[in-house]
C-alpha cells in the first residue's frame, strides 16, 4: 500500500474511534469532500483533545494550544510541532500527535481555511482554560461555543463554498455548531459538575439551557436552506437529527440515545 493510501486508511480509522456524531456523515460524502471534512475534523480534533485532556494541567493546556496556533499561521513545520509535544507525546492520543499528517491530506485549495479555523479554536480554548471555564454569562457561553464548536460550521461553510462553490450564512454556521455543542453540554452536565466544571450561565436553570440549544438548533435548519447539494445536504442533516433526538430523550429523563435509534435516524436520511 503506498504512503497516500495508508494514511487516508489511518485517517479513516482514527475518525472512527473519535467522532460519535460525524464519522457516519463523512463516510456519505462524497469524493473529495469526504477526505477533506475527515482531515479538516481530525485537525479540529486534535486540538479539542489538548484542550479536553484530564492529566495535562492548565498552564501547560495553555502553552500547547497557544504555540499550535501559531505553528498554524504559517507552512505547517511538523518537526517543530512534534518537538512542541514531545515531552507530553505519551499523554496525548494518535489523533493530536499526527496533526501534521491530517494537514498533508487536505488538498491545496482549502488547506489554509482548515488551517486558519483550527489556529483561531486553539487561541480561543487556551484563553477559556486561562479562565477555568467559568461560564458566567449567556455572552461566556456564545464564546465558549463559537470557538469550541462554532467554529466548525464557519470551517464546514468554507469547504461547501470551495467545493462547488455552495454559498451558505456564515452566522447560522455558528448557530448549528453552537446547538451541536449545547447538546453536549446538557448531555454531560452531571459528568462536568464532577470535574469541577460547570458551563451553564449563573441563574440559569435546566429550561433555559434547553432553550438556548433549541434556538441555535432551529438556526441549523435555516443553515440547510441555502444548500442544495444532496450530498452536503446529507451531511448536514444527520448530526442535526442526532441533536434533536437527544435533546428529546434528555427531556425525557434518559442520558443519550440508544444505538438502534441512531441507525434508525441514519437509514431515514439516507432514504429521505
Not at 518537526?79 to 498533508?104: C, F, H, K, M, N
Not at 451558505?168 to 446538557?186: F, H, K, P, S
Not at 464532577?194 to 433555559?208: A, H, K, L, T
Amino acid at each position: 500500500m503506498n504512503q497516500a493510501k495508508q494514511l487516508q486508511k489511518d485517517a479513516n480509522n482514527i475518525l472512527k474511534q473519535t467522532s460519535r456524531t460525524f464519522y457516519v456523515p463523512i463516510t456519505l460524502l462524497k469524493s473529495p469532500l469526504k477526505q477533506t471534512v475527515g482531515s479538516a475534523y481530525l485537525c479540529m480534533r486534535a486540538v479539542d483533545e489538548i484542550e479536553d485532556h484530564v492529566e495535562l494541567n492548565v498552564q501547560t493546556k495553555q502553552y500547547l494550544l497557544r504555540s499550535t496556533s501559531a505553528l498554524l499561521q504559517h507552512p505547517f513545520n511538523d518537526q517543530a510541532y512534534r518537538e512542541l509535544l514531545r515531552p507530553y507525546e505519551s499523554l496525548l492520543p494518535e489523533v493530536t500527535v499526527r496533526l501534521g499528517d491530517w494537514i498533508r491530506l487536505c488538498p491545496d485549495g482549502i488547506v489554509d481555511k482548515v488551517k486558519e479555523s483550527t489556529s483561531i479554536m486553539a487561541a480561543g480554548m487556551a484563553d477559556w482554560a486561562e479562565k477555568g471555564w467559568h461560564i458566567k454569562t449567556k455572552e461566556d457561553l456564545d464564546d465558549y461555543t463559537y470557538y469550541v464548536a462554532g467554529l466548525v460550521g464557519v470551517m464546514l461553510s468554507d469547504i461547501w463554498k470551495w467545493y462547488d462553490g455552495t454559498e451558505t450564512d456564515r452566522e447560522l454556521a455558528i448557530g448549528y455548531g453552537r446547538g451541536l455543542q449545547a447538546v453536549n453540554i446538557l448531555r454531560n452536565q452531571d459528568e462536568d459538575s464532577e470535574r469541577g466544571v460547570n458551563f451553564v450561565p449563573n441563574g440559569w436553570n435546566r429550561d433555559d439551557m434547553f432553550h438556548y440549544t433549541e434556538s441555535n438548533l432551529a438556526q441549523a435548519d435555516e443553515y440547510m436552506k441555502a444548500i442544495k447539494t444532496r450530498n452536503i445536504l446529507l451531511f448536514c442533516r444527520i448530526p442535526l437529527a442526532l441533536a434533536k433526538r437527544t435533546v428529546k430523550a434528555l427531556k425525557e429523563g434518559r442520558e443519550k440515545i440508544s444505538r438502534d435509534e441512531v441507525e434508525t435516524i441514519v437509514e431515514e436520511m439516507k432514504d429521505d
